[in-house]
């Protein structure tokens, strides 16, 4: 029944970060009034409780089993992880993605893929998966972001530290208290306190907001809060 054309997907990719951005979307939905499941290696998590899944990425049949569950429970909107071999393997062929988000490219798996560049061509699948009226969320600050650009036919949109990118953070102080960051989007500033510590951080947030101002979610400061 394809389930997933009747719902809202954000998919994350890359080395590191899915997790983290992940749950930062999945707190930001909740916390705008938006009912949503989120899917990776913390396990399938619904408004109603978290349950295990045994991979980042489920196997093709169990996610479709999954998407089935949130829309019959009137849930339509799901952020999951996808990870390099779920898209080698085809694990997400039959998945409708709204958005993809991808937070970097660094060496790993590559025990699975062999090289760099066959790493990078399965996390390119699912940007080109993305249809037109799509769209992409990509780190400007990574040095595989302009190949994705090159290749990709959807909408897309940048996140990193400098103007360059089209969300940045005009200053931010990372310590061991957390972050505290003012970042422009077009003319807003968005207001971010948070726990979370090290820079990687402050890009996994980037990443988590540019995804939330592409989903038009009201931009509100105190909500925006990964904590």
Known sequence: GHPSKQMTVIGI?????????????NKILKHA???????????????????????????????????KTLLEGGV????????????????VCDVEFDMAVFTNLTEDHLDFHGNME??????LTLF???GKKKTA????????VNKIISEIKCNWITYGLTKKADLFPE??????????AVLKWRNNHIQIKSPLIGEYNLYNIMAAVGSAVM?????????????
């Open 13 to 25: 990719t890359g080395t590191n970060g899915k997790t983290s951005v992940t749950c930062i979307i």
């Open 33 to 67: 009034g938006i009912a949503n499941g989120a899917l990776g290696t913390l396990g399938f998590t619904t408004p109603s409780g978290i349950s295990t899944t045994g991979f980042t990425t489920p196997e093709a049949t169990e996610i479709q089993q999954l998407f």
């Open 76 to 91: 339509n909107h799901l952020v999951m992880e996808v990870s390099s071999h779920a898209l080698e393997l085809k694990r």
């Open 118 to 123: 066959k790493y990078f061509k399965s996390k």
């Open 128 to 130: 080109n998966s993305l």
């Open 137 to 144: 969320v990509l780190n400007h600050d990574d040095p595989w």
């Open 171 to 180: 200053h931010f102080d990372i310590s061991l208290e957390g972050i505290h």
């Open 215 to 227: 989903l038009k979610i009201p931009i509100n400061p105190k909500k925006v809060n990964p904590s």
